[in-house]
């Protein structure tokens, strides 16, 4: 696909909207192949990054897996399967619930923050990098555009999860 930011020719809203449904996929996928090649010595995935990172930061309570699956809009056989694999790690305590035994919790151990810790300055220049030559107001704006189509995709989400085939 030619990259050119110039949509001459496309100015009618719905066909900005197809190129920005397609170039936000294309950046989704640049951008988990970076993030993948970045955590590769580490031997850990975009998704298990991810996930930590929900864990740690969308929770004030150790979450069940449902509730992590919610979050991550993902089925919760994904979430036991990268919990399973980041329990190995010594990143992450699958343990059960104590009030109700069939619900599994998620809880990052001190190893996992240790981890996050030791690679916080290498992560902030890759995080920089991915937005270089945006400026201040730019960024301002995309992080608002960006919140509200979380939103609209959320309860798109909700509603396709919620109707019945």
């Known amino acids: 696909m030619e990259q050119n930011s110039n949509l001459k020719g496309h100015s009618n809203r719905f066909e900005m909207e197809q ?25 850990i995935t975009t998704k298990q990054w991810l996930m930590m990172i929900v864990i740690e930061n969308a929770f004030d309570h150790d979450p069940s897996m449902q509730e992590v699956a919610d979050a991550l809009s993902t089925s919760h056989q ?30 990052t151990t001190d190893e996992c923050r240790r981890y996050w810790e030791k690679r916080s300055p290498e992560d902030a220049k890759s995080i920089i990098s991915l937005f270089k030559g945006l400026e201040d107001e730019e960024i301002s704006s995309l ?18 999860k919620n109707v019945k085939k």
Not at 22 to 39: A, D, P
Not at 87 to 103: A, C, P, T, Y
Not at 146 to 157: A, P, Q
Request: hydrophobic share 45%; aromatic share 10%; proline share 0%.
């Open 19 to 43: 190129y920005i449904l397609v170039f936000i996929f294309l950046i989704e996928q640049r951008w988990g192949y970076i993030i993948n090649k970045e955590l590769a010595d580490d031997k």
């Open 78 to 107: 994904n979430v036991k399967q990268l919990a399973v694999r980041l329990e190995s790690r010594g990143f992450m305590k699958i343990e059960r619930d104590l009030h109700n035994r069939r619900i599994l919790r998620l809880r």
């Open 143 to 160: 992080f608002n555009i960006v919140i509200k189509l979380e939103k609209i995709s959320g309860n798109l989400y909700n509603e396709a």
